[in-house]
């Protein structure tokens, strides 16, 4: 393994050898780089019915520079929607836009033409690196498959991408069981960044690890996409790394989008009751999670799919019929705020009075755990 007495370098802040490698003038820009339209992912069949989806309807855009994050407990679809936009797995419908071009429509050699756009890092750096394989080669795969680069090229950037993502440039020669849980995931990034891409897909990319090399991992991610201005679809399930890591945030519950914010607004103050029993759950002990749960969670969770068309989240405190037996849409709560919520004022003025009694303002950004 590396040594832990040995210090890896600091990331350089050098551009890239070969093409594309200076930061993109357009990263600051506001106009999408990626766009998911009414995205529908069904897992086959149970028995003679269709099983029910895993993502239902999604749709969102993510401007280029952006980190755009999606949240939700297990099960909620995130993950499966990050697989469909890394074009891993078809979805059943719906189109995905990278930039101008409809990356779910591509198949065979354009498809394969059009993957060193976007790249993803994986959950788990351990299973998604080939055991067999050292890190010179692993780093190296991707580039080799594009035919964008030369030999020469190749190990040039090899060596740099070792360097900016803090790793020993020796270290390539080592195999991934030699690496750290940390120093796999950089490992990772690098592999993920060999072919420049203009977006990185980042499935769960710091769960697996302790929360010291968290902090490491995400301040690492934050100054890459600075410095190579590449955009982010960041999927977690954890409320506190989705506020460090992200500009805006999507919530997601049984397949659905359910909430769309900017990512300060959200932990101000979420307009759908979900989120905030999501919050509450997070929140650290003490008097503010307490009256929330009071507030959000439910005593008995309601188990299985709902029986009608309309609202599914039956726990919901605030439920009322027979408005909640319609399906509510995704509708604006605020400037730039969106809920998937008949009731989303509702929801923010009964989270606004059980933090207030408590002596406390709305505000949760520097209380979740």
Request: charged share 20%.
């Amino acid at each position: 393994m590396l040594n832990p007495q040995i210090q890896a370098p600091s990331p350089s802040p050098a551009p890239l050898p070969g093409p594309w490698s200076a930061p993109r003038a357009e990263a600051a820009s506001p106009a999408p780089l990626l766009r998911v339209e009414n995205l529908t992912v069904r897992y086959g069949k149970r028995g003679r019915r269709e099983a029910p989806a895993a993502a239902r309807d999604v749709s969102f855009s993510v401007s280029r520079g952006e980190t755009f994050g999606l949240v939700g407990e297990s099960g909620s679809g995130k993950s499966s929607t990050a697989l469909s936009v890394a074009r891993l797995i078809e979805p059943e419908k719906g189109r995905i836009f990278l930039g101008d071009l409809e990356i779910s429509a591509l198949r065979g050699k354009a498809l394969r033409a059009a993957r060193p756009r976007f790249q993803m890092i994986f959950q788990d750096p351990a299973s998604s690196l080939n055991p067999r394989e050292r890190a010179l080669a692993i780093v190296a795969e991707p580039m080799l498959l594009s035919r964008q680069y030369s030999k020469g090229e190749i190990g040039d950037r090899a060596r740099a991408l070792m360097t900016r993502v803090g790793l020993p440039v020796s270290s390539l020669s080592l195999f991934p069981f030699e690496f750290s849980g940390g120093q796999r995931q950089r490992l990772a990034i690098a592999r993920a960044l060999s072919t420049n891409p203009e977006l990185l897909i980042l499935d769960e990319p710091v769960s697996a690890l302790d929360a010291a090399i968290q902090a490491q991992i995400l301040n690492l991610l934050a100054d890459l996409q600075e410095s190579l201005g590449v955009t982010g679809l960041f999927i977690s399930h954890d409320l506190a790394v989705i506020q460090r890591a992200t500009r805006r945030v999507a919530v997601m519950r049984r397949g659905s989008l359910i909430e769309l914010a900017p990512t300060p607004l959200l932990f101000e103050g979420p307009a759908h009751p979900y989120t905030w029993a999501l919050l509450a759950a997070s929140l650290p002990k003490g008097s503010r999670r307490d009256s929330l749960r009071k507030a959000f969670l439910p005593r008995a969770p309601h188990e299985g799919p709902a029986t009608f068309g309309g609202c599914d989240y039956l726990e919901c405190p605030l439920r009322e019929e027979p408005l909640c037996l319609k399906a509510p849409p995704l509708a604006r709560a605020r400037e730039g705020h969106f809920a998937r919520c008949h009731k989303a004022a509702e929801a923010r003025d009964l989270g606004a009075r059980a933090l207030a009694r408590n002596g406390e303002g709305p505000a949760l950004a520097s209380q979740v755990a």
